[in-house]
């Protein structure tokens, strides 16, 4: 066969390396490629050839057949616990199963046991694995969340809370005995964040219980479902920064009337009460002067068409974060100089003339406030926006006005430059016009962050405009259900670099819904 044909030069190289001789066969491919002409037919696979075996010679071991080496075996040890500590605890249980060898360096390494997440699993873990995870970890365990146990073995949380003194956060979404949750409290003298979501609820006693036996609690949040008997306060909670409390909707029937009991100056309850309704007078009364130095507060009573009540959170001296949900106040909430972030949902007496006039209104000073949202409140009066945001003393920065009607003045909030120094501005489901847009863009210089879905007067003019505007450029725009707004606007905004989140409106009773991806 000629020496410039590239036949000979494939078919000798592979029998080469079919004998195990890849070096001479790589050598074969070299020559061969000096005396083939690059025109010929065969050369791109006679090059191919010999780029494939030259990869191959180049692994380690200089031996094509060399398999792939484990990484544990060729990587310093060192930098292989700097690689482990980054994966997540779900993915450190699955490469277990890898080898041997991976199983013995993973159980060794008592870091990546520190955090024992059950968050990703999609079944019930049992007790003797939770056993293991602890001793992995040496006793050395900081955080344990725990959503998916065995949870008739009560054992499990009182076995984590003895082994591991130095536990300072607890996430449970898992149903457990009252007494096995106070029992666990007392054993974890770090115990810093304890955090009860909607599968773990627990009654009122039971939590007066655990913020007196967690000495060193500074975060807790409760789902509170069952009543219990009289409860009071008791104990140093000066500790305590963030408290949230939820009284789930099931509860409203099932609390005790002996709640509010130790409420002073409170009056006996009707028979047909509901004491869910009085969490903000019994919690204000009790419990802030034992929790002076609170940051953030949540109280949430998911119910309607409670008696309004008074509110005072003047105490709290240090309160940053305050956030009402389904609580109908009978006055305008008399608020902290410190506050910074004010949210209110479905707080149906903000927006009455009683609540306004009232002298807790002229007491307050929102100086600091920087974060705002007051939603759900149809009924909210342009006094109540004025109050809050016309002071001429705040400079918000985030402000969320979603399900209000066209009364709300905000275009004149607007005009008068309250919001100029405004980055994240909400304004869905207000009767937004492309006018309202296009005062936005000329006086929200610094606004990165809108969303205006559910306007269905606002156009592509209005949505132009925004992205258009004056100032720092607008990163993400929010229009979904915007049915004014077309497809056009949308494709304008991504193209200037906007974030946009879109969906087609469905108008047709029989159509296909048809939706847009966000970028």
């Known amino acids: ?96 199963r890898v080898s041997k060898r991976w199983k013995s360096i993973l159980e060794s390494i008592p870091a990546l046991w520190r955090h024992l997440d059950l968050s990703k699993t999609t079944k019930n873990v049992r007790f003797t694995a939770i056993k293991y995870y602890v001793i992995r970890s040496r006793g050395t365990l900081t955080r344990a969340t725990l959503t998916r146990y065995d949870s008739a073995n009560s054992d499990a949380l009182t076995y984590i809370a003895s082994r591991c003194k130095q536990l300072e956060y607890l996430e449970l979404r898992v149903g457990l005995s009252n007494e096995s949750l106070i029992k666990a409290a007392a054993m974890a003298p770090s115990l810093k964040t304890l955090i009860l979501v909607s599968g773990h609820q627990v009654s009122l006693d039971t939590v007066t219980q655990l913020l007196e036996k967690s000495k060193s609690l500074e975060h807790a949040e409760f789902h509170i479902l069952a009543g219990g008997n009289a409860v009071q306060w008791s104990g140093d909670l000066s500790r305590l920064r963030v408290l949230k409390l939820h009284i789930a909707k099931e509860s409203r029937r099932d609390m005790r009337l002996e709640l509010v009991s130790h409420v002073r100056g409170s009056n006996p309850l009707k028979a047909n009460s509901r004491p869910e309704m009085y969490l903000l007078s019994f919690v204000q009364d009790t419990l802030f002067p034992l929790a002076p130095n609170l940051h953030e507060l949540s109280l949430s009573t998911r119910s309607s068409g409670s008696p309004r009540i008074a509110s005072d959170f003047s105490s709290l001296t240090q309160l940053r974060i305050l956030s009402l949900t389904d609580i109908d106040i009978l006055t305008f909430p008399c608020l902290p100089h410190s506050l910074r972030s004010l949210t209110m949902v479905k707080a149906w007496g903000i927006g009455s003339r009683s609540a306004l006039n009232d002298a807790y209104m002229a007491r307050n000073d929102f100086s600091a406030l920087t974060h705002l949202t007051v939603s759900a409140a149809r009924f909210l009066l342009p006094e109540a926006v004025t109050a809050l945001i016309g002071s001429g003393k705040n400079k918000l920065q985030k402000l969320d006005l979603r399900d209000h009607d066209s009364r709300l003045g905000i275009a004149a909030l ?28 000329r006086s929200c210089p610094r606004l990165k962050s809108f969303d205006a879905s559910y306007n269905l007067k606002l156009t592509g003019v209005g949505v132009k405009a925004l992205v258009l505007k004056e100032g720092e450029a607008l990163k993400r725009l929010e229009l979904d259900h915007c049915a004014g707004v077309g497809i056009d606007a949308v494709e304008f905004a991504r193209a200037k670099g906007v974030v946009v989140g879109f969906t087609f409106p469905d108008n047709l009773k029989y159509g296909r819904r048809l939706r847009m991806g966000r970028e």
């Not at 020559?31 to 494939?52: I, Q, T, W």
């Not at 180049?58 to 616990?81: F, I, M, Q």
């Not at 607007?414 to 005062?439: K, M, N, P, T, Y």
């Open 414 to 441: 607007i005009s008068e430059g309250h919001l100029s120094e405004v980055e994240e501005l909400r304004l869905s489901d207000v009767d937004l016009s492309d006018q309202l847009a296009e005062l936005i863009a």
């Open 1 to 96: 066969m000629a020496a410039d044909t590239a036949q000979g030069y494939l078919r000798t190289g592979q029998v080469l390396q079919l004998m195990g001789k890849h070096e001479t066969a790589l050598g074969i491919y070299e020559y061969g490629l000096k005396n083939v002409p690059a025109n010929h037919e065969s050369f791109k696979l006679l090059r191919g050839m010999c780029d494939n075996i030259a990869r191959k010679c180049a692994s380690p071991g200089g031996n094509a057949s060399t398999k792939v080496l484990d990484p544990l075996e060729v990587l310093p040890l060192e930098l292989v616990h700097i690689i482990l500590q980054h994966l997540s605890f779900k993915t450190v249980v699955c490469i277990l």
